[in-house]
């Protein structure tokens, strides 16, 4: 470059103007390689996560090229990279397992300098996982004191609430209900006609993973106020009354059994075992492949009742063994087994028979006409010699025909609902924290039931 200017002065300051220019560029193309370098991640962040998917995306100190390494537990192993050197990467992600735990290391340029250590996100759990988490709410007598026909679901993993999923096709009260391999089996109970009620034989079925409900062959006789387990393929029921006045219409010894797969609706069939008790409203559930239940009024006279038994199915009988009392005789207590599987967050817990609330009132009527609703509660450990009930923190109200079940991530029991006084039902959750339920109080859970029940069941699809 040839510069012919004939004043000095104009000729030193282009000059000065011309090297400082080539100083500055010369330096800026040095640092950027550096920095491309050693570029350094700055930020990150997990986004449009989804049951399936998400979207990664993370800023680097300086245009490079971008790494990103994603890991679950389930074996989930990706490595991708945005091929161009950038300052601001993102690369999505899909085939991703629904409410999983994943975790990414984003990472610029060939330095490779990430966090040092992993950043996480969850993906969204689907119906599927929350339906077989949550606990369902079926049946019972609302503050009109009319059957309910809606179901609710409480997603304890979210404290929130699924609303009038669905409605039962017959509303009725004190119907057995159970859950059986991943479905909800509505079992004969009461149904309403103006200030009347009539026992039934209806059995209507719901399958929340189709939202399709599904009538089986009745009953053999009607029947109301029965404990209902499933064990292995089929469902049992003991107990119980044909007809809203106990003395006329309450079962002795006959055991009812469903088969659901045998034949086009199901099979039923009936016989006798021995010793079983003639109660209607006791509590019990199954644990092992036996029926355990305590409890309940006396069919001839309505006498609350605090003694326990245990129905083995594969013998047909009573166990020899004579299962310890609960503390307060009383019948429509919730009730609610605690299972551990080796899958599960604590799987090492001991199993539980949990007995909740009550009434200690007289009474021979379907629905009760009268209640001393009691607070109490306690626990048997199954599976071990101790054989005893041990009373646990009271519940926080006197409640008759509450519902209780259990959840397993959270590893807490829960309570809802229930009437404080006759036919006045509440919509009221409290939980017990299951790590140490002899000693842990009661708490009262911030959301409330979507309406207010008592007589209803609660049960959860995972068990």
């Known amino acids: 470059m040839n510069i012919n200017i004939k004043n000095p002065f104009i000729t030193f300051l282009i000059l000065l103007i011309l090297s400082t220019l ?32 998400a979207r990664i995306t993370w800023k680097c100190s300086a245009p490079s090229m971008g790494y990103l390494k994603v890991t679950s537990s389930n074996g989930y192993d990706y490595t991708g990279t945005t091929f161009f050197p950038l300052d601001v990467h993102s690369i999505p992600l899909g085939n991703l397992a629904s409410d999983t735990n994943y975790s990414y290391t984003p990472t610029c340029g060939l330095s490779e300098k990430g966090l040092g250590f992993p950043l996480n996100f969850k993906t969204v759990a689907d119906n599927n996982v929350i339906f077989k988490r949550s606990i369902w709410m079926i049946g019972g007598i609302g503050s009109d004191k009319n059957p309910i026909a809606d179901i609710d679901y409480y997603d304890p993993d979210t404290n929130q609430w699924g609303s009038s999923i669905t409605k039962i096709p017959t509303p009725r009260i004190n119907a057995q209900i159970v859950s059986h391999k991943n479905k909800i089996y509505i079992i004969g109970g009461l149904t309403k006609s103006g200030v009347s009620y009539s026992p039934s034989r209806l059995v209507e079925v719901y399958d929340p993973f189709q939202n399709k409900w599904t009538t089986l062959s ?6 109301q106020g029965g404990v209902a387990g499933s064990v292995g393929n089929d469902i049992y029921i003991l107990g119980g009354s044909t007809s809203a006045d106990m003395t006329t219409g309450t079962i002795l010894n006959t055991i009812y059994k469903l088969q659901p797969d045998l034949g086009a609706s199901g099979t039923w069939s009936d016989y006798l075992s021995t010793n079983v008790y003639p109660r209607i409203d006791m509590a019990g559930c199954t644990y092992q492949g036996s029926i355990f239940y305590t409890g309940g009024r006396f069919y001839n006279d309505g006498l609350a009742y605090a003694t326990s038994d245990a129905y083995s ?18 019948h429509g207590s919730a009730y609610a087994c605690y299972r551990p599987n080796p899958d599960d967050p604590n799987p090492s817990d001991p199993a539980l028979f949990l007995v909740a609330g009550g009434s200690t009132a007289t009474d021979i009527v379907q629905p009760v006409s009268a209640i001393t609703s009691s607070n109490r509660f306690e626990y048997m450990v199954l599976g071990t010699a101790a054989n005893a009930f041990v009373t646990g923190s009271n519940l926080p109200a006197n409640l ?3 519902s209780m079940e259990i959840s397993y991530t ?10 404080s006084e006759i036919n006045l039902p509440t919509d009221s959750i409290y939980s017990l924290d299951l790590s140490s339920p002899g000693l842990q109080p009661w708490e009262s859970v911030s959301v409330k039931m979507p309406r207010s029940r008592f007589g209803h069941k609660a049960v959860i699809l995972s068990r």
């Open 22 to 53: 080539f100083l500055n560029c010369g330096s800026n193309a040095i640092g950027q390689g550096v920095d491309a370098k050693d570029a350094k991640l700055e930020w990150a962040i997990a986004s449009e996560v989804s049951t399936s998917g």
């Open 313 to 330: 199915p594969s013998l047909n009988s009573v166990t020899a063994k004579i299962e310890a009392s609960v503390s307060i005789a009383r």
């Open 218 to 223: 009745s009953i053999t006789s009607t029947l």
């Open 410 to 419: 959270q590893r807490k029991a829960f309570l809802f609902g229930g009437a």
């Open 400 to 402: 008759y025909a509450p």
